[in-house]
């Protein structure tokens, strides 16, 4: 029998779903269940509406400065509990408990006290008419926002937005993945004793079809932020498009990185280079599954690379060394191996990993796939045009920097791209060239809290982070007053 049941947050209080039904959380390390969440409805939706409109225009009239402190608070109580966090997440998620330590909770903690500090000098706009006029341009919270998050870095991507809309003003009702709903549920009862106002913030566990349904079709939700994959994006998009409903889309990759024959190979790229690829056993949006190599540096490239790849060790979340964890669920980890399958089918090579991994003892039940690396593919095989979000890279010969950008390119996707390179000519070239929201050069994942993060055409729609999150969370209103 699992030992911890979640709740929801409504109005201020925990509360267990109206029709009393539980969905099974398993933790993937095992294959065990070890939590329940709430299997919510769009009853419970209603409700979390309710409370969230009853709330909302206090606390948009709240000074900027006292929300900015109820936000730090709660960062703060999170940073106090680093360590039970970073536990929960790995057991929740399957990740290595050492990257839920050293990324999820920081920049949890991180994101809540980077908006709390952003929404503090952000004011409005003026602008001085000659003729007379002048204008300014208010920008007001919207209401009720919905905020809908995923599995792959849940506490992560689950303050990425409510800390935003938050900030701006608005009452929230978020919904997490029913993957790893635990984090967000422990985050909701620190939420009480911070001391956010009753219905602030309402946390409604449960299915995506069921409740993110109920918050993108609710009349009373005036804008969604979305993270996940570009079909469920797809079909948000059109459920909110009879109301017009405000969206931010942010969507699957199929990221490359792109190793240029004049780049810095040393050591240290290089690991970043394997890291780009199987960090979070590849369940990262940014990760890069595409790793395309000049061929007249290919076959060192690759010797090298192969033996990094080799030596990552896939094991118990829990323990310091390992690199891999377990996959989330069993059915992302069936979808992994069909995807190694395919990749199979179609004609591509496996140079190493391919295979699942069976544990000892308890963690016999778990998901582990092995670091898969895949060669000899074109770049339109159906392995190098759908995401995987896996354990899995594809290696892609090109010759010359035209052919590199073309392949980069020739994706439905453009999340991210990172290219190494030692020319710095090369570098602004290439970056402007890229048809991907994100470029890095000569690094990967480094991530500024003030910029611009969202991919083109199917990796989503609009632009969190910085300003550009304020901006979605608040309409702006134009006024002109003559003088
Ligand atoms: P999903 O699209 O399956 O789910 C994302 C969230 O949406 C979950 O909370 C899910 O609930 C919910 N949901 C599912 N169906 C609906 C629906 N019909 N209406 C409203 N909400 C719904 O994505 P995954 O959780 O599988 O996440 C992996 C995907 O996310 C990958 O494609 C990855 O690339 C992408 N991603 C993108 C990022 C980016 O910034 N661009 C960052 C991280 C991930 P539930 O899980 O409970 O069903």
Redesign the pocket.
């Known amino acids: 029998m699992p030992n911890l049941r979640l709740a929801n947050l409504i109005d201020g209080r925990l509360q267990a779903p109206r029709q009393e039904r539980w969905l099974d959380v398993f933790e993937p390390a095992t294959g065990a269940v070890f939590a329940q969440c709430p299997d919510s409805s769009a009853e419970d939706v209603d409700f979390a509406v309710a409370a969230a409109q009853r709330a909302a225009p206090a606390w948009a009239s709240t000074p900027a400065e006292q929300r900015a402190r109820l936000l730090n608070r709660l960062a703060d109580l999170i940073e106090a509990r680093l360590d039970a966090f970073a536990a929960l997440e790995s057991r929740d998620s399957g990740k290595p408990l050492s990257l839920a330590r050293s990324l999820d909770i920081p920049r949890a903690v991180s994101n809540l006290r980077y908006f709390a500090a952003a929404v503090v000098p952000w004011s409005s706009e003026s602008h001085a008419m000659e003729l007379g006029a002048i204008n300014y341009t208010l920008r007001q919270p919207l209401g009720v926002v919905g905020c809908?998050?995923?599995?792959?870095?849940p506490l992560y991507?689950f303050t990425w937005k409510i800390a935003p809309a938050l900030a701006a003003g608005n009452a929230v009702v978020a919904?997490?993945?029913?993957?790893t709903p635990c984090t967000a549920a422990l985050l909701g009862e620190l939420s009480i004793e911070t001391g956010f106002p009753a219905g602030v913030l309402n946390i409604v566990q449960?299915?995506?079809?069921t409740v993110?349904?109920a918050?993108?079709e609710h009349r009373g939700v005036k804008a969604v932020s979305?993270?996940?994959?570009?079909?469920?994006?797809a079909?948000?998009a059109a459920?909110a498009a009879p109301q017009f409903k405000k969206v931010s889309l942010?969507?699957?990759?199929k990221n490359p990185a792109i190793v240029f024959a004049d780049a810095d190979l040393g050591d240290a790229n290089l690991d970043t280079i394997v890291r780009s690829g199987f960090a979070n056993q590849g369940e990262?949006?940014l990760c890069g599954s595409r790793l395309l190599v000049q061929r007249s540096i290919y076959d060192s490239f690759r010797a090298r690379y192969l033996e990094r790849v080799r030596a990552l060790r896939v094991g118990d979340p829990g323990d310091a060394g390992t690199d891999l964890g377990a996959l989330v669920s069993r059915e992302h980890f069936d979808k992994v191996m069909a995807c190694i399958a395919q990749a199979r089918a179609e004609g591509g090579q496996v140079a190493c990993g391919g295979e699942a991994l069976a544990l000892p003892g308890a963690l016999s039940g778990g998901w582990y796939v092995a670091p898969t690396v895949i060669e000899g593919l074109g770049p339109d095989a159906v392995t190098n045009q759908q995401?995987i979000?896996g354990p899995v890279v594809s290696l892609i010969p090109f010759d010359d920097e035209e052919e590199a950008i073309a392949i980069a390119n020739g994706t439905g996707y453009g999340?991210a791209a990172s290219f190494w390179t030692g020319d710095l000519a090369r570098a602004h070239r290439v970056a402007s060239r890229l048809d991907f929201g994100i470029v890095w050069i000569n690094c990967w994942l480094l991530r500024d809290l003030r910029t611009p993060?969202?991919?083109t055409k199917q990796?989503?729609l609009g632009r969190e982070g910085g300003v550009e999150a304020l901006r979605f969370f608040t309409e702006p209103k134009n006024v002109c007053i003559r003088y």
């Open positions: 809908i998050s995923p599995w792959n870095l991507l919904k997490p993945s029913e993957i449960g299915r995506g079809p993110g349904q918050i993108v979305f993270t996940g994959s570009t079909r469920t994006g079909q948000i459920a942010e969507l699957g990759g990262i949006c995401e979000f999340l993060f969202g991919g990796s989503g």
